[in-house]
């Protein structure tokens, strides 16, 4: 039998990926969310994963924990505000949805093959859809070369709302011979 594929969640919220990761047959080995509510949530439903409190310094955190080349996929919704049709428009340079930078730059540090982004439709069309351009520039600047998205919307998956979400998925592996979506 062969280890699990080893994740770690980014702003992980209450652990959604978390929880599909497992559900997958994944283990989930680190989380990062700075809510400290939370925090109590994940601690309380994933008391064997390390928790750290902010994006902007878990590298050092990964290092801390011998996490370097352990971990084969870095998952992560990060910040809308900045994206979202319904706010201020400032893009991937705003100040929230701008961690973004350092959720690619955790993924490449640690060494995980894949990475697994989320975020609202906004992304595609803010800043006319530059900024979507430049997130897919910057995961295959990283070394996720094979990249492929799609807009999901939770109600065909079971869940009782309306929430679409696009899914951006990049592997340092060749994966033109087997999909993704």
């Given at each position: ?102 959720a690619i730059q955790f993924a490449q540090e ?53 929430r679409r979400r696009v ?15």
């Open positions: 039998m062969t280890d699990k594929l080893k994740v770690i969640s980014l702003f992980a919220g209450v652990g959604g990926f978390d929880l599909g990761a497992e559900s997958a047959g994944f283990e989930v080995i680190g989380q990062v969310e700075i809510d400290k509510k939370c925090q109590e949530i994940l601690r309380r439903h994933f008391p064997d994963a390390l928790l750290h409190d902010d994006v902007t310094t878990a590298i050092d955190w990964a290092k801390e924990n011998d996490l370097i080349g352990k971990v084969d996929i870095v998952c992560g919704g990060f910040p809308c505000q900045d994206v979202s049709v319904a706010g201020k428009r400032a893009g991937i340079a705003g100040a929230r949805s701008g961690l973004f930078w350092d640690v060494k995980a093959q894949t990475i697994i982004l989320e975020n609202v439709p906004g992304l595609l069309s803010s800043n006319e859809g530059r900024d979507f351009g430049v997130v897919i520039s910057a995961m295959a600047d990283a070394g996720y070369r094979h990249i492929e998205w799609r807009v999901l919307d939770s109600q065909f998956f079971g869940v009782p709302q309306r899914f951006i998925v990049g592997s340092t592996r060749d994966r033109s011979s087997t999909p993704i979506f």
